[in-house]
Nanobody
Framework: QVQLVESGGGLVRPEGSLSLSCDASGSIFSPYAMAWYRQGPGKQRELVAS???????DYVDSVKGRFTISKDNAKNTWYLQMNNLKPEDTGVYYCNQDHRVGTQVDWGQGTQVIVSS
C-alpha cells in the first residue's frame, strides 16, 4: 500500500513563497501523472497542478505563472513551488495521482497553507 506524506505548508504573507513536498512510500508507486490538489475553506478539493512521468506539466489558470510542479524520480518525491501567493491560495494541499488519468491511492493528511497579512 502506498503512503503519501505532504509537508512544507505554513503561514505566509501575500506575495510570499512556499515549497511543498510529497513523499511516496510503501508499495512500488510509478504514477503516469501526479498532481497537487487543494481544498480551500468551505470549498471542494480541486486540482491545481499536474506532472506526467515525461515531465510535461499542467496548471489550473489561477496558478499559472506562480506555481511550479516538479519531481525527483530517484526519491519518489514531488514538489510544488508556490510564488506570489495570494489569500485565495489558502487551503490544505494534497498530492495524489491525477484523477483524470489514473486511479488514486489513499489520501495523505495534507499540508496547511495559510496566506494572510
Amino acid at each position: 500500500q502506498v503512503q503519501l506524506v505532504e509537508s512544507g505548508g505554513g503561514l505566509v504573507r501575500p506575495e510570499g513563497s512556499l515549497s511543498l513536498s510529497c513523499d511516496a512510500s510503501g508499495s512500488i508507486f510509478s504514477p503516469y501523472a501526479m498532481a497537487w490538489y487543494r481544498q480551500g475553506p468551505g470549498k471542494q478539493r480541486e486540482l491545481v497542478a499536474s506532472i506526467i512521468y515525461t515531465g510535461k506539466t499542467d496548471y489550473v489558470d489561477s496558478v499559472k505563472g506562480r506555481f511550479t510542479i516538479s519531481k525527483d524520480n530517484a526519491k519518489n518525491t514531488w514538489y510544488l513551488q508556490m510564488n506570489n501567493l495570494k489569500p485565495e491560495d489558502t487551503g490544505v494541499y494534497y498530492c495524489n495521482q491525477d484523477h483524470r488519468v489514473g486511479t488514486q491511492v489513499d489520501w495523505g493528511q495534507g499540508t496547511q497553507v495559510i496566506v494572510s497579512s
